[in-house]
């Protein structure tokens, strides 16, 4: 089992509609987890970060963290061509420094 | 603040050689992260630099080496350049805990370095 696993992609949703992304991690002592988003030939931008159990919203981005489930998730609404890009989640390992693992991405199409 | 910068950009080594990768991170961040990223293997940790020392490890052979310097600037080193090691490098830094509560362990990527290596 891969430390960090995210739904295979490619993904394709309709200009307007909610993207949802997922995540599972098998550390559970990881409390830090992430989103980044990475267009074709750019590097990773961070989007999201999470650290607490539930919701956390920023503009059209909510992400959402169950410790229990070992699982993090991101939803975009009014999904927007401007959005088409690989997703990636990822969960540091370490509390007190960096040990970052990413998953291997899940790759968005929004479709005007 | 200007953001996470690499030098250089692009590059291009035959196997055997050996290179060096800069990286400058946010001014008053003292964590540096090196990553390597590939097609098939996808995002993968180096090494993290926080106050000149190792302070994490990824599962990478010896001739990936690094280290970091007082004013938080790194450098990566490759050595004895394998077909493998064609990669974009991507380096990332973050603030240290506690500087913000809501910048907890957030890292910033720079741009990255392209290496082929022939």
């Known amino acids: 089992q891969k430390e960090v696993e995210q739904n295979s992609g490619p993904l394709s949703v309709p200009e307007g509609a909610i993207a949802s992304l997922n995540c599972t991690y098998s550390?559970?002592?990881?409390?830090?987890f992430f989103w980044y988003r990475q267009y074709s030939g750019k590097s990773p931008e961070l989007i999201m970060s999470i650290y607490s159990n539930g919701d956390k919203e920023d503009g059209r981005f909510t992400a959402q963290l169950n410790k229990a489930s070992q699982y993090v998730s991101l939803l975009i609404r009014d999904s927007q061509p401007s959005d088409s890009a690989t997703y990636l989640c990822?969960?540091?390992?370490?509390?007190?420094?960096?040990?970052?693992?990413f998953g291997p991405g899940t790759r968005l199409s929004v479709l005007p | 603040k200007a953001g996470v910068t690499q030098t250089p950009r692009y590059l291009i080594k035959t196997r055997g050689q050996q290179v060096t990768l800069s990286c400058s991170p946010i001014s008053g961040h003292r964590s540096v992260s090196w990553y390597q990223q590939t097609p098939g293997q996808g995002l993968q940790f180096l090494f993290e630099y926080f106050s000149e020392t190792q302070r994490n490890k990824g599962n990478f052979p010896g001739r990936f080496s690094g280290r970091q310097f007082s004013n938080s600037r790194s450098e990566m080193n490759v050595s004895t350049l394998e077909l493998g090691d064609s990669a974009l490098y991507l380096c990332?830094?973050?603030?240290?805990?506690?500087?913000?509560?809501?910048?907890?362990?957030?890292?910033?990527f720079g741009p990255g370095t392209r290496l082929t290596v022939l």
């Open positions: 990332a830094s973050s603030s240290i805990p506690g500087t913000s509560s809501n910048s907890y362990n957030e890292q910033f």
């Open positions: 550390d559970r002592v990881s409390q830090s």
């Open positions: 990822a969960v540091n390992r370490d509390n007190y420094g960096q040990n970052f693992v």
